[in-house]
């Protein structure tokens, strides 16, 4: 059937009450539920599935086999009016699945320009930021927050309650049970710091100026020897420093996490 440059094919199930924009493909025994609302030139793939309360914005792909709202696989749900918002041009490939909130947060939430690789699993009450890519089955646990840009590594489990910062990156197969500081790589079990992301923030057009000064924060954090209260303090000391807001961002997060952050 197709209506108003939307093509749903006669297999598929969109059930009464959802929304679909302009130019949106529906794939062969796909279902969309009666409360999905999908944005223009969306296409769902053959079995992707929209259950419960799920806003995707423009132009996403949803693969083959994913599940985008399910219920959260967490014993105190007990059937909240909770939803997924995604925002627009995201790619969720093959059997991947991203669960809804639950009443602690009602929502999980995903950016805009987001790659999800095959068999990628997004927990409840989750936050993930804009282009940010999560290789194959990567997992994250119950209210992660993966901030912008940031790329986590396929088979990688992360926590519950963790969070990944701003153009980090994390290695395969890191079990990541501390918070993961911005601009910085992070591998290995138990997962360590092993430098700055540079390659991340060349491709993000950092000036050769903005990578100089972050480098000299990161020695000061994670190779000078003093502790991370002292590290931090040194480095509000310092002026050349303590005025750059890419540093601002490290020394913020770092000063704000609550599980730890990943050290060398």
Known sequence: ???NGTLIHRTAIVEQGAVLGTGVSVGPYAIVGPRAVVGDNCVLEPRAVLDGRVTLGKECRIGVGAVVGGPPQDLKYSGEDTEVI???RCTVREYATINRGTSERIRTEIGSGVFIMAYVHIAHDCLVGDEVILANCATLAGHVTVQDQAIVGGLTPVHQFAKVGRLSIVGGSTRITKDVPPFCKIAGNPARVSGLNTVG????????????????AYRIIFRSGINTSQALEKISADPSLSSDSNIR????FIAGSERGICKN
């Open 249 to 252: 961002v490290l020394t913020e």
């Open 86 to 88: 995604m925002g627009d």
């Open 201 to 216: 923030l060349s491709r993000r057009n950092y000036s050769p100026e903005e990578v100089s000064r972050l480098k000299k």
């Open 1 to 3: 059937m197709k209506e």
